[in-house]
């Protein structure tokens, strides 16, 4: 697929110029000690959402990028993966040494075929659908975490649902070369209407089990299998 071909381009040479920054843009002089401190931070957020209502086994982490995340979950499940479209970021994050207990792979960005009906007992996903501008894209990634959801399991996915203003409408119509580089395609954040995703994730065979955030950049959804 193009758009996704031209996404591992982009994140490719975001790995090579600064992988932490372009994670997580918040900071532009993050240390591997507190940038990945910041990673478990997150993950000890999420498992006090779950709680105990999701199995440990198996989980996937769509977005992987160095494993600021996918290393802590590897404390909580027998088994992590991961995935990103990104091969640098994965190197990186194999260069960095990962836990016997989790694999990080590259993908295509636009399913998880790597991985079997039903093979899954928990997944996630942190700043990563925000920057997909392709909503049909979106739609495929909640039919395939239907998919590969089990018995009892979950997944918790955040999306950026502000409503659109006359900066955000900018960012989406000046070509790149006029914008700040986090402001680029691919880079940028694509806002969601919370009914649509709602929508999405119903007609994908998803439950809404809560939500937090609603109507910010940190909008969360805890889904599980309608079936």
Known sequence: MAGTQSMRRAWD??????ALVAIEASRRDWTDDEFFADGRAMVDEAMGWIGDGVPRGRMLEIGCGVGRTAVPFAHHFAQVEGIDISPRMVDGAIARGLPANVHLQATSGADLAPFEDGSLDFVFSEHVFQHIA?????KRYLAEIARVLGPGGAALLQFDTRRANPGSWLQNVLPDRLLPRKRRRHMRRYRRDPAWLRQAAAQAGLHIEWERGERSHWHWFMLRSAG
């Open 13 to 18: 040479r975001r790995a090579e110029e600064d």
């Open 134 to 138: 392709d909503a049909a894209v979106i």
